[in-house]
């Protein structure tokens, strides 16, 4: 069977289509994304522009038609930060669905944070033991642990990248940014973290510490794992020494040289060094000197939910 996941994110809208059979892994059949930004075009009063939602809106009729024409039977639509956090969320949603017909499920923060961790589990199996998986979305930072396939700890802190350039570095939309504005951000981001910390460092050290989405993966190349086209198979690794020694040479950073680093894209260049001072946060503060690059997230792990409720399944 043919499923679509529609994500509206806070970065980007992906629509991701999947083929489902019986006993194996879902396979990704097509895929089709743009770049919103949701979380960069937050007003004063915290509501999403007028300009954002009607982009949100030409994003979703694009992705039903490509998901008709693809053959999908079925399609899960959901949103997370940008949309969850919005003042005008409801009326936004509301607009969405008038206009296109599309009903999208706005996912709380915790259970974003569950199923990635759900995603990651099926991905490494249970030899993981207790796992840690962290995700840096675009509004969004999501924790989860466990020794099981839920997670028995799942945390969703507002850290995303994009939220954290938008409020923190706004002045500084081209680079460098000053000293100061990194030293603060980076004790704001630190503080935050640890103050939910102990729920997770009391489940024990994990037996596997995994990072999944855009920003763990662009950090992980800078400093060294292999290219995307050299397949999902390979191992990929983030080291939080090498990353220590890439966050200061990255602050002296203009947009257009971080947009020449391998893996980070122009579109995401302005958030790597917010997405750099949380990864560098949750390292640290969790002790963890490795992190392991997982290809699956969110996304997938909306399928693997939605199936294992299907008859496919048996």
Not at 9 to 35: C, Q, R, W
Not at 83 to 92: C, Q
Request: with cysteine; aromatic share 6%; charged share 20%.
């Amino acid at each position: 069977m043919r499923l679509g996941v529609l994500d509206i994110g806070s970065n980007t809208g992906h629509l991701l289509i999947f083929d489902a059979h019986a006993g194996a892994a879902p396979m990704p059949a097509s895929s089709y994304k743009e770049v919103l930004r949701l979380a960069e075009q937050i007003d004063a009063d915290g509501a999403m522009a007028e300009a954002a939602t009607h982009a949100l809106v030409a994003f979703v009729e694009n992705a039903l038609r490509l998901a008709e024409d693809k053959g999908c039977e079925q399609i899960h639509a959901f949103a997370t930060s940008a949309v969850r956090d919005a003042a005008n969320s409801d009326d936004v949603l509301a607009y969405i669905r008038k206009e296109t017909g599309a009903e999208i499920d706005v996912l709380p923060g915790e259970h974003e944070a569950r199923l990635t961790f759900l995603a990651v589990r099926r991905w490494f199996g249970w030899s993981s033991g207790q796992l840690a998986v962290f995700d840096i979305g675009g509004g969004s930072l999501e924790i989860a642990c466990g020794a099981d396939e839920a997670p028995s700890v799942a945390q969703s802190l507002p850290l995303g990248a994009g939220r954290l350039t938008r409020t923190c570095f706004a002045g500084y939309a081209g680079g460098p940014v000053p000293p100061g504005a990194v030293r603060e951000t980076r004790r704001m981001i630190r503080a935050r973290i640890a103050d939910g910390a102990g729920e997770i460092l009391r489940a024990g050290p994990p037996d596997h510490a995994v990072a999944t989405s855009k920003t763990f993966r662009s950090l992980a190349r800078i400093c060294g794992a292999a290219p995307l086209a050299d397949g999902p198979y390979v191992r990929r690794l983030l080291s939080a020494e090498e990353l220590d020694e890439w966050l200061p040479r990255l602050a002296t950073m203009t947009r257009g040289e971080i947009s020449v680093l391998p893996g980070v894209s122009v579109d995401r260049a302005h958030q790597i060094l917010a997405g750099a001072l949380v990864a560098s946060a949750v390292m640290d503060i969790f002790e963890i000197p490795t992190l392991e690059i997982c290809p699956w997230a969110l996304r997938e792990g909306v399928v693997l939910e939605r199936l294992d409720k299907m008859s496919i399944w048996g």
